[in-house]
């Protein structure tokens, strides 16, 4: 287990590189920080000599501390609850590209996963790579069979380093949350629970080729929209081996224009398709960045790295659902209806009240182009009306809001004339009518019924333990126990010597101050 010293050096360390890119200065001036927290920001920025006057570098900040930084901070865009709009919206930028591993380590790596010689695997492969990422780097290669493939290789040691990394965020997390008030809200150990659930699933490559072979089913029957291929002979948790794709990048504009691409119909068909996902298939690719999608000759879209997923249970769908189409008809009671039904606002708030707050984030959006106004600011106008009516973070719609906005900027840059309330609203119209029409709803009665039957003697048996009633947010994982600094003589592994948490606190700091000594004399 990491001692709390080796915390709080981690941390002091990280505060000093944070601070000197000012991108510790919105925690001083958020009036809702814990104020411990932001004592701490302002003695990080002291330390360093940095004046709150300037730009704020929340990108290059996350960037500089290392991969698992990268990943979070890519992570924290999508809460601007959390960090603010403008860390939110700078982090939107945060890229995910490093120096490459030299090949002789990745041919090595695959060589050893896979207990063969790399020409019994390939018959070619390029040694300079065609990407670089904080997890993992992509090859492009042959197989022995000629199939041209893309070989995505785990960097060596990134297992190690993320769970290093990761250990601290759920400390500090935890550390911040028993701080309560607006800090508890937010719940910041959920935020840092499903990283940890991103990262290991993004660190484990076959769960990554299964999520692909998934989503590969689920839009079968969608025109337009394709998955790669898995090698499965070629893959295992370190190595994935996938289909290699000829393509334009969905970024460049020119480019499509120029292969002749209807680039109104594309952006169309690229929201469609994120409904689809989401919507109908509860199952969506959850980082539809720029880089991840291409468009075939054909206009086929075809998606690539399937290291993040998101999954949505059918009852949160069709919650979402509504609320989408509320939103777009300006039904702002029922989407009022469904937050209270989802028990996303506690019961002692005024449902009324909850509808005229909705309706003036969502009036102003209606029937204008995104260029004009846009999904991520009625996110943003959503954010800052949470904290009126207690409603706490559902971690289980974060990455949908991240993709959603992801999806709104690809689609602006395609179109910036696209709405995207036009182009959703009869899709979301014609799925809720299907799936939530009387023929629907007398269909599904049927289903529960007959399955509640057969049921029946189990449930008798185990009413107590099965029957408490749950809200829209589903169950949250059991969170990691963290020892608070502060628990001190509360169990019986404190030391017997009389030191317990004293001697952490001064070793911690201890470490603490030699970071910030090694900043003073430029040696970090």
């Keep these: 287990m990491t001692s709390p010293a080796t915390h709080l050096f981690r941390l002091a360390r990280w505060g000093i590189t944070l601070a000197r890119r000012r991108a510790l200065v919105g925690i001083e001036d958020d009036p809702n920080a814990p104020p411990p927290v932001k004592r701490l920001a302002k003695l990080a920025r002291l330390a360093t000599f940095t004046s709150k006057k300037g730009e704020r570098d929340y990108a290059g900040a996350f960037r500089a501390i290392g991969p698992a ?255 989408l189409y509320g939103l777009t008809t300006g039904n702002y009671k029922r989407v009022a209806e469904i937050h209270f039904e989802a028990q996303y606002v506690p019961s002692y708030h005024s449902v009324h009240e909850f509808a005229t707050a909705l309706r003036a984030v969502g009036e102003p959006m209606r029937g204008k182009p995104v260029k004009e106004l846009s999904v991520g600011q009625m996110l943003d106008g959503l954010f800052a009306i949470t904290r009126d009516f207690d409603m706490q973070t559902q971690p289980h719609l974060l990455l949908l809001q991240k993709t959603m906005v992801m999806v709104e900027g690809i689609a602006t840059q395609l179109n910036p004339d696209i709405n995207m309330w036009d182009t959703a609203a009869p899709y979301v119209r014609d799925w809720i009518r299907d799936e939530l029409g009387p023929e629907a709803a007398v269909a599904e009665r049927l289903k529960e019924d007959a399955q509640t039957l057969m049921r029946l003697p189990d449930l008798i048996r185990r009413i107590e333990d099965r029957f408490p009633a749950k809200g829209g947010a589903p169950e949250q994982a059991p969170l990691p126990d963290i020892k608070l600094i502060t628990d001190f003589g509360q169990n019986d592994a404190a030391p017997k010597n009389g030191g317990g948490w004293i001697g952490y606190i001064v070793a911690g700091l201890l470490g603490a101050g030699g970071v910030l000594g090694a900043s003073l004399l430029g040696l970090i």
């Design 69 to 323: 930084a990268i990943k979070l901070g890519q992570s924290l865009a999508t809460r601007p609850d959390l960090v603010g709009e403008e860390a939110a919206h700078n982090l939107l930028q945060l890229q995910d590209n490093l120096p490459p591993v030299d090949f002789e380590l990745i041919k090595q790596s695959i060589e050893t996963s896979f207990d063969q010689p790399l020409d019994a695997l390939f018959s070619e492969v390029d040694p300079q790579p065609v990407g670089a990422a904080s997890i993992a780097q992509v090859h492009k290669g042959v197989t022995a069979d000629g199939r041209k493939v893309a070989i995505k290789v785990l960097r060596p040691g990134i297992k190690e380093k993320f769970a290093q990394d990761i250990a601290t965020y759920e400390w500090a997390a935890a550390h911040v949350e028993a701080m309560g008030g607006e800090a508890g809200r937010l719940r910041p150990r959920a935020t840092i629970a499903n990283f940890k659930r991103w990262s290991y699933s993004e660190l484990d490559l076959r769960r990554e080729a299964a999520s692909a072979s998934e989503l590969a089913e689920d839009m079968a029957g969608v025109g337009g929209y394709r998955i790669p291929a898995i090698d499965w002979d070629r893959t295992n948790g370190r190595v994935l081996t996938i289909e290699w794709v000829d393509g334009i990048k969905i970024s460049k504009r020119d480019e499509l224009l120029a292969a002749g691409h209807d680039l109104d119909a594309l952006s169309q068909h690229l929201v469609i398709s994120f409904l689809t996902q989401a919507i109908s298939a509860g199952f969506f690719h959850a980082d539809m960045h720029q880089g991840n999608l291409f468009v075939q000759a054909d206009g086929t879209i075809v998606a690539i790295d399937f290291g993040i997923m998101g999954r949505i249970d059918r009852r949160a769908r069709q919650w979402l659902a509504e609320i």
